[in-house]
């Protein structure tokens, strides 16, 4: 777990007083734009040399958070690259492929 939250920049955060069905639906409701959030954080960790990325934090009753390891670049690439495309963030989809093929070599 992350000790020091207040030096992370959060791209989503959820109220865990709500519920993590509640949390679990929203995501399903915007798994498009989730997809292009979290390609967008991976490929910038990427960039910069990140062995981890924070994608999202829940506070609340479930102190959750979502973080994409160096490990799992290239897996959460492809998973989420067809919802990128669905949402036709070509240029995205551009630098997607281009870290994927980064990562494979």
């Known amino acids: 777990m992350i000790e020091d939250f207040d030096d992370i920049e959060w791209e989503m955060e959820f109220n865990g007083d709500s519920g993590l069905k509640n949390v679990i639906d929203e995501l399903a409701d915007n798994?498009?734009?989730?997809?292009?959030?979290?390609?967008?954080?991976v490929c910038d960790a990427i960039d910069n040399g990140k062995s981890s990325v924070v994608i999202a934090y829940?506070?609340?009753?479930?102190?959750l958070e979502?973080?994409?390891t160096e490990d799992k670049y290239l897996e959460v690439l492809k998973l989420n690259l067809?919802?990128?495309?669905?949402?036709?963030?070509?240029?995205l989809c551009?630098?997607?492929?281009?870290?994927?093929?980064?990562?494979?070599?």
């Open 31 to 41: 798994a498009g734009e989730f997809s292009v959030m979290i390609c967008t954080k």
């Open 58 to 63: 829940m506070a609340g009753d479930y102190d």
């Open 66 to 68: 979502v973080i994409a």
């Open 82 to 91: 067809e919802r990128v495309e669905e949402e036709e963030e070509y240029e």
């Open 94 to 105: 551009i630098r997607i492929r281009e870290k994927m093929e980064e990562l494979k070599s």
